[in-house]
Nanobody
């Protein structure tokens, strides 16, 4: 069974940076595409970024392009989300997700496995 554990959330001032981490256990990490999603209070969960099984393909929501970077370390079974130039509207619970890879350049868009979430709060 896939288990995902996020870390790295917290409180930061607008313009600051945070790096989220998500460790996958229970299955072979390189068999999975990975994604980050977020959910703000009163809003639906939305896509943030995704990365394919090898790290060669990424995708981003328009709202975070140029500010956030997704990466993965397959030796550490970990995916990261580097968040720079944070804005108050980035405040949300951030969730890591995993889905079995199709071994394509483009990451998966639908995910079956989810972490418990980590809170990111950006103050103005």
């Amino acid at each position: 069974q896939v288990q995902l554990v996020e870390s790295g959330g917290g409180l930061v001032q607008a313009g600051g940076s945070l790096r989220l981490s998500c460790a996958l256990s229970g299955r072979t990490f390189t068999s999975y595409d990975m994604g980050w999603f977020r959910q703000a209070p009163g809003k639906e969960r939305e896509f943030v970024a995704a990365i394919n099984w090898s790290g060669s393909g990424t995708d981003y929501a328009d709202s975070v392009k140029g500010r956030f970077t997704i990466s993965r370390d397959n030796a550490k079974n970990t995916v990261y989300l580097q968040m720079n130039s944070l804005k108050p509207e980035d405040t949300a619970v951030y969730y890591c997700a995993a889905e079995r890879a199709m071994f394509r350049e483009t990451p998966r868009t639908a995910y079956d496995f989810w972490g418990q979430g980590t809170q990111v709060t950006v103050s103005s």
